[in-house]
């Protein structure tokens, strides 16, 4: 069974679905056996979800005044990690 640690590892690419369906099984269980892991990644949808609504706003590309700097700041950092 895959540790907290090692399911960390993998859990962008288990969202995304880009793994061997043997690996898939693996975290799908460590999933429904670790209620920690659980709850994280149900929180982690709800902030991809949140995420993609806050762009969700004019065609222009402008964002909303009400998105939160932390927010865009938290993406930005996102969207480097896994260019690098």
């Known amino acids: 069974m895959l540790t ?11 969202l995304d679905g880009n793994m061997p369906v043997w690996q898939k099984y693996m975290c ?4 429904k056996m670790c209620r920690e892991c659980a ?4 929180q982690y949808r709800k902030v991809i979800k949140l995420g993609r609504s806050a762009f ?3 065609p222009d590309g ?3 005044n009400s998105v939160p700097e932390d927010l865009i ?12």
């Open 4 to 14: 907290c640690k090692e399911f960390d590892d993998f859990m962008v690419d288990y």
């Open 28 to 31: 799908w269980l460590h999933v």
């Open 39 to 42: 709850h994280f990644i149900q």
């Open 73 to 84: 700041k938290a993406a930005i950092a996102h969207r480097n990690a896994r260019t690098q």
């Open 62 to 64: 402008m964002l909303p």
């Open 56 to 58: 969700d706003g004019p």
